[in-house]
């Protein structure tokens, strides 16, 4: 069975960076695209970053330019270093792994709140 284990969440002050981790334990059998999504207060869930298998990336606007995803040495690990982080990217963040005969698994989340 898949679990999506996500670390890195937490407290920041404004301007801030942190760097969220995401692997995957068990065996994903073609994998689309891995990233991130996250859940501000009171709005739905929306994409932050995500990078497909053949290296396009994509990022919400309003996080280019200070969010970079990765992918780790090991497989199916993912990151997300977050620079100039300002209050209103505060909310749970989730990795996801989208595979191509299995559907899309997802992280539990990572709260990130960052003070002003």
């Known amino acids: 069975q898949v679990q999506l284990v996500e670390s890195g969440g937490g407290l920041v002050q404004a301007g801030g960076s942190l760097r969220l981790s995401c692997a995957a334990s068990g065996s994903i059998y073609v994998v689309n695209a891995m990233g991130w999504y996250r859940q501000l207060p009171g709005k739905q869930r929306e994409l932050v970053a995500s990078f497909t298998s053949i290296g396009r990336t994509n990022y919400a606007d309003s996080v280019k330019g200070r969010f970079t995803i990765s992918a780790g040495n090991a497989k199916n690990t993912v990151y997300l270093q977050m620079n100039s982080l300002n209050p209103e990217d505060t909310g749970v963040y989730y990795c996801?792994?989208?595979?191509?005969?299995?559907?899309?698994?997802w992280g539990q989340g990572t709260q990130v709140t960052v003070s002003s």
């Open positions: 996801y792994v989208n595979s191509q005969y299995e559907g899309t698994y």
